[in-house]
């Protein structure tokens, strides 16, 4: 786990989609849900995002929105590593593993990444070492690249 430090708040987060204690609390509560809710609360995560970008750090947090990115990407083709993650970091990971792909909220997932993980963007502020900061871009990379080519 890396040092974090990110608008008036210091904690320990990993530079992996499902690395941070906010995307393990979202994990919890996605697996909470029945399996053919969970795409729905990925949607409505999603959109949320989007509609609300001002709430940033006061309702939701770049971790969220990665972890949230991430377990859509898992879905498509070339999320296989990541579904290896999540098992992982996941007492159950059956528990969180969407029941179907979801290639319709490719577009949502990667405009929502692009808002906390674009160039300059919150996820990327705040990392303490230069290695930290190279690991967090290659997670935005790799996720960024699976969720545009399902785009394509």
Do not use: C, K
Not at 17 to 28: I, K, V
Not at 62 to 87: I, N
Not at 114 to 139: C, M, N, R, Y
Request: no cysteine.
């Amino acid at each position: 786990m890396a040092a974090y430090r990110g608008e008036g708040d210091v904690g320990t987060f990993g530079t992996g989609p499902f690395s941070s204690d906010g995307a393990l609390d979202f994990l919890d509560e996605l697996a909470e849900r029945p399996p053919q809710q969970r795409v729905e609360a990925l949607r409505h995560m999603l959109g949320y995002v989007l509609a609300n970008r001002g709430l940033l750090w006061r309702e939701y947090f770049p971790d969220q929105v990665v972890a949230t990115a991430a377990l859509v990407a898992t879905t498509l083709p070339g999320g296989e590593q990541l579904q290896h993650r999540l098992s992982q970091v996941s007492d159950e990971p059956s528990a969180v593993i969407l029941p179907e792909p979801v290639p319709d909220l490719a577009t949502s997932a990667l405009d929502a990444l692009h808002f906390v993980a674009g160039p300059g963007g919150p996820w990327h502020q705040g990392w303490t070492t230069e290695t930290d900061q190279a690991e967090a871009q290659q997670t935005i990379d790799g996720l960024t690249a699976i969720l545009e080519a399902a785009n394509s």
